[in-house]
T-cell receptor, first 113, second 115 residues
Framework: ELKVEQNPLFLSMQEGKNYTIYCNYSTTSDRLYWYRQDPGKSLESLFVLLSNGAVKQEGRLMASLDTKARLSTLHITAAVHDLSATYFCAGAPITSGTYKYIFGTGTRLKVLA | NAGVTQTPKFQVLKTGQSMTLQCAQDMNHEYMSWYRQDPGMGLRLIHYSVGAGITDQGEVPNGYNVSRSTTEDFPLRLLSAAPSQTSVYFC??????????????FGEGSRLTVL
């Protein structure tokens, strides 16, 4: 059964700084997803990583996937207050011929002005 | 463009009561799922379905029932509510076929309190 671990769980950072959120998973996952959740809101998709070595970038966020290390990273460049949110990664191994999405515990990011 | 619609948004139950959380999607997604979100626990998969008539258990299925009679609807039933089921529930759907991105689309969530 896939287990997904994120660290750190909480992250407080100054505007303008860089930081990385790590997502480790326990068994083979065919793909890896990153989602963002604002307080009291639903989840929205940020990145879909479909293969080893995949790298996706959107604005100040960049996600990568290393399937051999069972590791995905979400890198934040020059953080701004608007990036304050909770970020989740999710693995999706094929189980009985279909994908089964398992989420990490989330990383709550707070960007201080 | 409705996407994934959940009802109700808020519900308060007494221990032992039953209720159904409704989920409907208009994107013709084969895959639908229910998650619960608790502080410090992330999202945990309750049940999922890969098409009409097909359901399977997730990580935390006990105390919950599902059925999938149509592609559009995937209701979650609490048969006898317990305080431990106080949570925020999310329904999510996707295209789940191989070769597709498979990203999940989430509903707005249903906040359930069991007294």
């Amino acid at each position: 059964e896939l287990k997904v671990e994120q660290n750190p769980l909480f992250l407080s950072m100054q505007e303008g700084k860089n930081y990385t959120i790590y997502c480790n998973y326990s068994t083979t996952s065919d793909r890896l997803y990153w989602y963002r959740q604002d307080p009291g809101k639903s989840l929205e998709s940020l990145f879909v990583l479909l293969s080893n070595g995949a790298v996706k970038q959107e604005g100040r966020l960049m996600a990568s996937l290393d399937t051999k290390a069972r590791l995905s990273t979400l890198h934040i460049t020059a953080a701004v207050h608007d990036l304050s949110a909770t970020y989740f990664c999710a693995g999706a191994p094929i189980t009985s011929g279909t994908y089964k999405y398992i989420f990490g515990t989330g990383t709550r990011l707070k960007v201080l002005a | 463009n409705a996407g994934v619609t959940q009802t109700p948004k808020f519900q308060v139950l007494k221990t032992g009561q039953s209720m159904t959380l409704q989920c409907a999607q208009d994107m013709n997604h084969e895959y639908m799922s229910w998650y619960r979100q608790d502080p410090g626990m992330g999202l945990r998969l309750i049940h999922y379905s890969v098409g009409a008539g097909i359901t399977d258990q997730g990580e935390v299925p006990n105390g919950y029932n599902v059925s999938r009679s149509t592609t559009e609807d995937f209701p979650l039933r609490l048969l006898s509510a317990a305080p431990s089921q106080t949570s925020v529930y999310f329904c999510a759907s996707s295209y789940n076929g191989l070769g597709l991105s498979g990203e999940l689309f989430f509903g707005e969530g249903s906040r359930l309190t069991v007294l």
